[in-house]
């Protein structure tokens, strides 16, 4: 039987937390995603965890829209030092590397953006809603 050894520099909750900052989704938006048992303090002592539960990632992760092993791999110190290594010193321009500016964090963005205003439009159709049947109700009393 093989296990998928745990790379101990990797914190969990420190990349949901970097994740979700870099969708712009604030604590209180992931919380209400997650469902009623969830609240902003909940996911601020989340994203101090160095692991989470596979089941509980998995909810985030869908929540993010983005994979579960996007929390379970990203290692910032490795990120940083592919970077420096390849793009410090003109490294992209002696190599002849072509840079394509195809970034998915802005596509991921872009559709939380229009879920956001989704979830806007049906809230405020929602107190329309409210107030047409407040007045039907006062008007039924008088």
């Avoid at 949901?16 to 609240?39: C, H, P, S, T, Y």
């Avoid at 030092?81 to 991921?108: H, K």
Wanted: aromatic share 6%; glycine share 2%; hydrophobic share 35%.
């Amino acid at each position: 039987m093989t296990h998928a050894t745990k790379n101990p520099r990797i914190h969990q909750g420190r990349n949901v937390k970097r994740f979700r900052e870099m969708l712009g989704i604030k604590q209180d938006a992931l919380a209400f995603e997650l469902g009623e048992d969830w609240n902003q303090q909940k996911i601020s002592l989340l994203e101090q965890k160095e692991s989470i539960d596979t089941p509980l990632l998995s909810q985030i992760s869908e929540a993010l829209k983005i994979p579960v092993e996007a929390i379970q791999n990203f290692d910032e110190e490795q990120a940083v030092n592919l970077i420096s290594c390849n793009f410090s010193d003109n490294a992209m321009f002696n190599n002849r590397i072509e840079v394509f500016n195809n970034n998915p964090i802005n596509e991921i963005r872009k559709l939380h953006e229009e879920k956001m205003a989704l979830y806007e439009r049906m809230l405020k159709e929602k107190d329309e809603m409210m107030a047409r049947l407040e007045k039907l109700v006062g008007e039924e009393k008088n």
